[in-house]
């Protein structure tokens, strides 16, 4: 929609984040089979809870000093030329990554009790309703708008995959 040189401003700060969802992802991989084989419920809210709190202390930590830090982070990355909208991109993609990092836990709980057919239809019924959001919020605000609308994708699919997987339980 834009043109391909906003395309950068939007792929590195992007980049970044994919990197660092590898950290939630290595985490969700190590107690999902826990929690397929815990014998009972409080053994898996142990480690639902030891997972978040991880997740906080690492993912929020990181999303924070991210935040506080993009201007640097990006001019010193890319160059001044991603001074001002890359930084706000940072920012709020940040702010995504925190919660799809969150997101990673109530995905594996869902996945170890066999329903993975629960999180396969969520993220179908998303598909529409987020590019729809993506086209007008990129139409509206440009590649800022693009993370405002993977940002809020992830953040209402991280409350979704919570109530499902409280009712999974």
Not at 87 to 109: K, W
Not at 150 to 156: L, N
Request: glycine residues 8%; hydrophobic residues 55%; contains cysteine.
């Amino acid at each position: 929609i834009l043109g391909v040189k906003y395309v950068a401003f939007y792929s590195a700060p992007a980049d970044l984040v994919s990197r660092g969802l590898l950290i939630p992802g290595a985490i969700a991989r190590s107690i999902f089979p826990k929690l397929a084989v815990a014998k009972n419920e409080h053994d898996k809210e142990k480690l639902r809870h030891l997972a978040y709190k991880i997740l906080i202390i690492i993912c929020g930590t990181g999303a924070i000093a991210g935040v506080l830090l993009a201007d640097i982070v990006m001019t010193t990355w890319m160059g001044d030329a991603f001074s001002g909208e890359p930084v706000l991109v940072l920012r709020i993609l940040l702010i995504g990554f925190f919660f799809n990092s969150l997101a990673q836990i109530p995905f594996s709980d869902i996945q170890a009790a066999g329903k993975s057919k629960i999180t396969a239809v969520i993220h179908l019924i998303e598909i529409l309703p987020y590019l729809t959001l993506l086209y007008f919020l990129i139409d509206r605000f440009g590649v800022t708008g693009a993370a405002i609308a993977w940002t809020s994708r992830v953040t209402i699919d991280f409350i979704v995959l919570i109530y499902m997987s409280k009712k999974v339980r």
